[in-house]
Every structure is written in structure tokens, then in C-alpha cells.
Nanobody, 115 residues
């Protein structure tokens, strides 16, 4: 069983930055695709960014140019560097790991951007 533990959320003013981290247990991280999703109150969970095991990345249009996803396979950790944050980025951010066999989710970390 894989466990994903997120950290780095918090309260920040608009225009500020935060870095989220997600560490995975087990040994499957390097052969898995990982990503970040978010869910704002009253809205559906949406894709923020993904990075496949080969390193290619994909971003939602709303965060392109502001967010950067990266991974450190040696630490089994995926990061989301968020800059130029906007109030509409306020949400619970979830880490996601997928491989050929299953999909795993973290417990979520709250990001709140004040105007």
C-alpha cells in the first residue's frame, strides 16, 4: 500500500509563493506518474499539473507560467512550486500517484490566497 503525505500548504497573500511537497512510501515512485489536483469549495476536483515517470510535464491553462511541477525520484517526492498566486488558487491540493496497477491520493493540504 502506497501512502502519500503532502506538506507546504498555508495562507499567503495574492502575488506570493508557496511550495508543496508530497512524499510517497514504498518503492514504486520512480515508475509512476505523479501529479497535483485541487478542489475548491463547491467545485469539482481539477487537474493542476502532472509529471510522468519520464519527466514530461502537463499543466492546466490556469496555472501555466505560474506553477512548476518537479520530482525527485531519489526522495520519492513530487513538488509544486506556486508563484504569483491568486485568490482563485484557493483550494485543497491533492497529490496523486498512478501506475499500471492503481491510483493513490494524498489527504490534501489547504492553500488559501488572500486578496
Amino acid at each position: 500500500q502506497v501512502q502519500l503525505v503532502e506538506s507546504g500548504g498555508g495562507l499567503v497573500q495574492a502575488g506570493g509563493s508557496l511550495r508543496l511537497s508530497c512524499e510517497a512510501s514504498g518503492s514504486i515512485f520512480r515508475v509512476s506518474h505523479v501529479g497535483w489536483y485541487r478542489q475548491a469549495p463547491g467545485k469539482q476536483r481539477e487537474l493542476v499539473a502532472t509529471i510522468i515517470k519520464g519527466g514530461s510535464t502537463n499543466y492546466a491553462d490556469s496555472v501555466k507560467g505560474r506553477f512548476t511541477i518537479s520530482r525527485d525520484n531519489a526522495k520519492s517526492t513530487v513538488y509544486l512550486q506556486m508563484s504569483s498566486l491568486k485568490p482563485e488558487d484557493t483550494a485543497v491540493y491533492y497529490c496523486n500517484l498512478q501506475n499500471s496497477f492503481s491510483t493513490y491520493w494524498g489527504q490534501g493540504t489547504q492553500v488559501t490566497v488572500s486578496s
